[in-house]
């Protein structure tokens, strides 16, 4: 009988390679197959699909997950990924996990979350993936349901092998193991942030802001993200990498003329 | 008979507000509204939808566009479209254009983006909005095709007022106004790069890396932005930020046992 070959598994976050998400993550996932962490050297939270262009990047191995393989990379956590296939695992995972994220991702926050583009760039390389979220900010938040529930999506991934395209966000409540009522597949949020900078003036009298905001949710439905984990559910939210708005499209060539018909 | 108000149109890009790029759009559009422009005080390409958060904003108003008025800002082009709105112009623009680029964003490019980034930010806060791009990097680039092409666009969106989350990714190919076929709209090509990192080493025989890597189509259809640019059209892509994978989800829903029905 042929011998099954471990899955292998990267890892990856946005908080950096020290941040108790990260850690929290391999615990979960202890196990299932060969790990390899790649992360940041710094928190880079908002980063979104950055990528570093302009400046070169470095990768060093570090010891700080006992007997996990660990680099630490100067770059986003884009960069992350495609460093982490093309020079250090020469081949492509079997999956590639990202977070635990300490702050929501759901509804809009995809979009701006470092977490949840590293998992979309391993889906666009063909590496099924989840980006894993806790609703909690806090450097001692509580990940003990966040790492039962996180194996048990690693484990269905692992087992099911969904689309080589397939990316999950999945978002934990602040809630105990005990008071979490399952998990839900959920559509994303419409919701989004009021902005509301604060304007200051430094010792020279100039003024500068900071990035503030009130998260608003505009979306009724009992299938969203939000619905989902203010009714302590896990939320996982299917997402996808083809942007086109295929019924905008559709309004745009019946209202608009000024499309060509050929080609 | 009651005096119809100018349209405020709002004018980004990721290239920096000095880049041959923005003063094109700014010149494409000039008469059709009131414009003013706010845009990162240096590149900011391939920065994706990132934010600023961990340090404060600089605004400072700018003389480069002789009548119209510009600001430049030390964050992305995200931060820029954000206190655009909130510190500048204290009200929704009716229109916020970004670019022209330099270099294509057609296809997955539209995820790196920071202009496409800037403007889906604008679609998220309900401004209907384009980015625009032209295949071509160079700082001396022609852009008098996509001046004439990006002021038909704008037109029509101001004219035919389409969903205020409408973002649409429009693209230029290197041709003259006399070679383009026309405009063609489009859904976004699978295409994706291969990454391949050059290895160097620091005069302490340190390593690092630069991200590089080749454009790789993936795509046979011709009802995507890849081919329509290939044949001398300019491509129209309409852009969402619902990410949802629907087709994903109901497919997972279906197959997956871990899902709780109730709630």
Redesign the interface.
């Known amino acids: 009988m042929e011998e099954k070959k471990e899955p292998v598994i990267l890892v990856t976050n946005d908080d950096g390679i020290t941040a108790p998400g990260i850690r929290n993550l391999v615990e979960a996932v202890r196990g299932l197959g060969k790990i390899v962490v790649v992360a940041p050297d710094k928190?880079q939270?908002?980063?979104?699909?950055?990528?570093?262009?302009?400046i070169?990047?470095?990768?060093h191995k570090v010891n700080v997950f006992d007997d996990i393989e660990a680099y630490q990379c100067t770059g986003t956590p884009?960069?992350c990924v495609?460093?982490a296939?093309?020079?250090i695992l020469h081949q492509k995972p079997d999956i590639c996990i990202s977070g635990i994220n300490h702050g929501a991702n759901h509804s809009?926050n995809?979009?701006?979350s470092g977490t949840m583009?590293a998992a979309?760039e391993a889906a666009?390389?063909s590496i099924p993936s989840v980006g894993f979220s806790l609703l909690d900010y806090a450097l001692e938040a509580d990940f003990s349901a966040a790492r039962k529930y996180a194996r048990?999506?690693v484990e269905?991934m692992l087992k099911?092998r969904?689309?080589k395209h397939?990316?999950l966000?999945v978002n934990f409540p602040i809630a105990t193991p005990e008071e979490i009522?399952?998990?839900?597949?959920c559509?994303?949020a419409?919701a989004?942030y009021e902005?509301?900078?604060v304007?200051?003036f430094d010792p020279h009298n100039?003024?500068?802001?900071?990035?503030t905001g009130e998260f608003v949710n505009f979306d009724e439905g009992?299938d969203t993200d939000v619905w989902?984990l203010a009714?302590n559910?896990v939320s996982?939210?299917?997402?996808?990498?083809?942007?086109?708005?295929?019924k905008?499209?559709k309004?745009?060539?019946n209202?608009?003329n000024?499309?060509?018909k050929?080609?």
Request: contains cysteine; hydrophobic residues 40%.
């Open positions: 928190p939270s908002g980063m979104g699909h950055a990528i570093t262009i302009g070169p990047l470095r990768l884009v960069d495609k460093l296939v093309d020079k809009i995809v979009i701006y583009s979309v666009i390389e048990i999506i269905q099911n969904p689309d397939c990316v966000n009522k399952g998990v839900k597949i559509r994303q419409y989004k902005e509301d900078f304007e200051r100039r003024k500068y802001y900071w990035l009992t989902a009714n559910y996982v939210v299917p997402v996808q990498f083809d942007l086109t708005h295929y905008l499209k309004q745009l060539e209202d608009w000024i499309f060509s050929e080609g």
